[in-house]
């Protein structure tokens, strides 16, 4: 891998940040809005982009937020970092007169901007989606990249920036989580700006973040999807039911996928009024962000994003019946498993019904539990 130098990385970004700072100067208040229910790469490239906006042009920006942030490392980021989101409103954005949206797209439907907002730029390491109507004006999207922090860097790097260790642990752990240590769809890009953030950021800050405690509901629920776990094949599909946050279905598959055999994870649970999906793969001849966007937004059914390896949904459930959402449920996971190339009729417990009841001796198992292919 050849990793570019600092004259590379500044020589791509350079007409870049040429062109974001003509965008946004002469603005007075931005809003960097990250997709919904936050991780690491939106927080952090926001954050960056905001703070970029502030040191060069003194413009007066906030991040911007929709659903929750949930995961234990994402909320420890927001609080060591003393990030301040805000949980945007239709009068944030009417006061905004600038409107980024990072680690996603205006058509990918995982964010809350109004509908007839179109931002003014856009930031954003997935494929490219179909959009309807004009262009953002600044539309940075896709390229030889496997996070969104690694273009705000990029873009700080060009400006002549240092960050200070805040914002360089912010990237450096946006950058690290979603590379997953630089293991997953990591090109020599993210390998640059991880170099040069390291000694930027700060270890301890990481350190908490990445080491945080959790609530005790949280090993109740990793309970409850193990004792409801199925395995199809070599898909693991977790239930787990209502969750305090969206963003335990990718914790919980992403826990799932260590399983030995096991090549992919899903765990849906209820949040709100929705259901959402998180999709894992340990193989890499799958694109998980284009097969649930073609199963769940194509079909107009809720928003999705992700790319090859993870990838989310949520499907709003409005008036549905109980019985219409369980029907709805089987036939969006009917669909994902039928992608994955498992029958969705053939499964069996991830663990036994012995071991899940603990039935007293001579007892027979629980009915329910009966391995279907076993
Ligand atoms: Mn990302």
């Known amino acids: 891998m050849h990793v570019p130098s600092t004259e590379e990385c500044i020589e791509r970004a350079l007409p870049k940040v040429e062109e974001l700072l003509r965008v946004a100067r002469g603005k007075s208040f931005f809003i960097a809005q990250t997709h919904d229910f936050p991780d690491p790469d939106t927080i952090a490239s926001s954050l960056g982009l905001v703070w970029l906006l502030r040191e060069k042009l003194g413009i007066e920006g906030i991040v911007g937020y929709g659903g929750i ?3 234990a490392e994402n909320r420890a980021m927001v609080k060591v970092l003393g990030i301040k989101l805000k949980r945007t409103t239709n009068s944030d954005f009417k006061n905004a007169d600038l409107l980024a949206l990072l680690d996603t797209q205006p058509e990918v439907g995982n964010h809350s901007l109004p509908k007839d907002r179109m931002p003014d730029i856009v930031v954003d390491h997935h494929f490219e989606r179909e959009l309807e109507g004009e262009k953002p004006v600044y539309f940075d999207v896709g390229g030889d990249v496997g996070t969104t922090s690694t273009k705000v860097t990029e873009l700080v790097r060009a400006a002549g920036l240092t960050p200070p260790p805040e914002v360089a642990t912010a990237l450096f752990y946006g950058l690290k989580s979603d590379t997953r240590d630089l293991a997953r769809l990591t090109r020599p890009a993210d390998v640059a700006s991880y170099l040069y953030l390291f000694p930027l950021m700060d270890p301890a800050l990481l ?6 405690q959790v609530p ?5 629920i990793l309970n409850k999807a193990i004792q409801r776990g199925k395995i199809y094949g070599h898909t693991i599909v977790a239930d787990l039911g209502p969750v305090y946050t969206p963003d335990l279905c990718a914790e919980i598959a992403d826990r799932l996928l260590q399983i030995e055999g096991i090549k992919h994870a899903v765990a849906t649970g209820w949040f709100e009024d929705s259901l959402f999906f998180s999709l894992r793969t340990r193989t890499r001849n799958r694109n998980l962000g284009k097969i649930i966007h073609g199963i769940v937004a194509k079909s107009g059914l809720g928003g999705a994003g992700g790319h090859g390896q993870m990838a989310g949904a949520r499907i709003p459930m409005g008036d549905r019946t109980p019985r219409s959402r369980g029907t709805l449920r ?5 669909e994902i498993l039928t992608a994955f190339g ?5 499964s069996h417990r991830m663990i036994a019904a012995e071991a899940s009841e603990s039935p007293k001796n001579g007892k027979r198992p629980h009915g329910r539990s009966r391995a279907a292919n076993a």
């Not at 350190?207 to 945080?212: C, T, V």
């Not at 089987?330 to 009917?334: E, F, I, T």
């Not at 498992?342 to 053939?346: S, V």
């Open 216 to 220: 005790m509901e949280y090993f109740r």
């Open 342 to 346: 498992e029958d969705p009729k053939t």
């Open 330 to 334: 089987r036939k969006v996971l009917g």
């Open 69 to 71: 942030v949930g995961r």
């Open 207 to 212: 350190n908490e973040i990445e080491n945080p």
